[in-house]
Each structure stands twice: as C-alpha cells, then as structure tokens.
C-alpha cells in the first residue's frame, strides 16, 4: 500500500482508492469498454465501474479468464451489468472484429478505457508484423477508438451526457528513444530496449490523446480524451523481467501502490464531476500534471496520428 497521502487541487492522493474517488457517483445509464478486463487495473476498474452502476463491456484476450473476473465481481455486486468480448489488442483484425461486432450489437458507449497493455518485452513483432509494445499499447487502441469513434459519438447526441475516453500511459513516457517515436525504426531488433520501447509506447498514449483531443474540439463533439499514469503498482506486467518481478513484489507493498490505488486515477477520470469537460490533459494521482515537452508537441502528435492510420488503413 502507497503509504504518502500528500491531497492535491482534486481533494485526492496517490493513497485514495478507486472506490474513494467514485464514491456518490451514480453509473447507472452509463456503458464502458474496459481493454484488459481480466486482470489488474483492468479488473478493478470494472469492479468499481460495476459497483456504481455503469454497463460494463470486459474487452478481453482470453475469455475464460474474463468469465472467471465476471462471477468474482458478480457474486460480490449482484446486481453488476457484465459482458464479455474478446480482443486482441496485438491484432489488426481482433481489433476491426471486435469493433464490428459491438457496433453490431446495437450498445450505446460513454466511456472507453484504453487500459490493457504490455510491458518492456523482449523483442517481437505482433501478428501485423509491428514491434509488438507500440502495436499492443498504442496502435490496437488507436484503431479501436477510431472505429468506435461514431458510436460513441451518436450516444452522445442521443442521451445528451458526455462522452470519455481514457488512455492509461505512464510515466515511462519521460524515458523514450531520444527521437521520441522512431518512425523509421519501429522494427528495427538491432538497437530495440525493451526500456526504451516502452517509453515509446506510452509517449504515443499521450500524443495520441492530446492530437483526438484537439479533433474533437473542432468538431464541437462533447467527448473529452485524457491521459494518465497509474502510479507504480504492483501487477504482472514486468513478467519478462524476472529479477525485477521479484524486487518488486518483494518491496512492493511497502513503496509501490496496490491495484485499488492504481486504479483510481483512471476511475477519476472516467466518473468524477471535476472532470467534466476537461480534456487534453495528463494525469498522476488523481490530479493534473504536467508531462515532457515531448508529449506536448503537436508536431510530433500530429506525424503519429498520420503514422498510425497509414499502419491501420487495410492495405
């Protein structure tokens, strides 16, 4: 448990829970896709989310591990809203299936949780042939927004509530290849970091919420995108870094937050009234803050927004 509770402008800390920022919300009405539904952050979220009331979709790689989250949750929150569907955010094609089925399904969506992902791996190429951290953290979810986009667009103009959609970064997103994104370089095995290739992905989280931000308020659309960090939390995700897995379930519960507080800024961002028309922005412990130039460049959000459609466009 994060034991440093210093509140900031939001009245919340690093320390406060998922179910604390939620708390008095009402969900009820309220559809959400959660990616990585099945563990972690993603499983608490959909709890929280269940638990105030919203219609939650689990967007899930493997769906027995969702069924087996579902009837935890439902046994807990009898009264929870649960789907399952499966996604596979390293491939094009789950993402384009996943998608037309939803649309197809006749769901509104108010809310979209781009929360799974994956975590300085050794290199691999996805099932697009794309190196596999930008493919799963960043370029799956950029497609899946887009092709959601409409839907959740017409929910909006129909139930007359904002729209949100949040996208989990880090701040690994402070430590990228010096270039920020190697356009030129995605593939390239020889001088891949695993280090580094993460800070890359999480860097494009934040350019791609800021550049769909700015879109959206041209278009006068009210749907707001944010970024954030979860904090540093003790999951799976440095699974391909045994050393580092053991050092920090060693320590972890000393230094590190557990899921209930790792999930609360995303939960925040998602439900809380503060947040209402607040978009662009990038946050860390249920409050704004402030990510590197690099993030901020519009620029740069700009060439990857083109970079990722090129990649996506079906060829």
Not at 219 to 236: Q, R, W
Not at 248 to 267: D, M, P, R
Request: some cysteine; aromatic content about 6%.
């Amino acid at each position: 448990m994060w034991i440093f509770g210093w509140k900031g402008p939001s009245g919340f800390s690093a320390r406060s829970t998922a179910e604390e920022v939620t708390q008095g919300i009402d969900g009820t009405g309220l559809t959400a896709i959660v990616t990585g539904a099945s563990s972690g952050l993603g499983e608490e979220t959909t709890r929280v989310f269940a638990l105030r009331g919203v219609h939650v979709i689990m967007a899930v790689r493997n769906l027995d591990a969702g069924r087996k989250v579902k009837d935890e949750i439902t046994k807990e929150i009898p009264s929870a809203k649960i789907d399952i569907m499966e996604l596979d955010l390293s491939s094009l094609e789950s993402v384009r299936k996943f998608a037309s089925d939803y649309k197809s399904s006749g769901l509104p969506l108010n809310l979209l949780i781009n929360n799974a992902g994956v975590m300085a791996t050794p290199f691999m190429l996805s099932k697009d042939n794309i190196e596999l951290q930008f493919a799963t953290n960043h370029l799956g979810h950029f497609l899946l927004t887009n092709l959601l986009l409409e839907t959740m667009k017409k929910t909006v103009l129909e139930s007359g509530r904002e729209g949100r959609i949040v996208i989990l970064s880090s701040e690994a997103h402070r430590f990228p290849y010096k270039e920020g994104i190697r356009f030129d370089k995605i593939n390239e095995e020889s001088s891949y970091s695993s280090i580094y290739a993460y800070g890359q992905s999480k860097l494009a989280n934040i350019l791609h919420a800021n550049e769909l931000s700015m879109r959206l308020k041209a278009e006068g659309i009210d749907i707001t995108v944010n970024a954030l960090h979860p904090g540093s939390i003790i999951t799976n995700l440095l699974r391909h870094h045994s050393i580092l897995n053991t050092v920090a379930n060693a320590v972890g519960k000393f230094v590190l937050k557990n899921v209930q507080q790792g999930a609360s800024t995303q939960c925040y961002v998602a439900l809380h009234p503060q947040v209402k028309g607040v978009s662009g922005e990038y946050f860390v412990d249920n409050n704004k803050s402030n990510p590197t130039t690099l993030a901020k460049d519009a620029e740069l959000a700009k060439k990857l927004w083109d970079f990722s459609l090129s990649l996506t466009n079906p060829k």
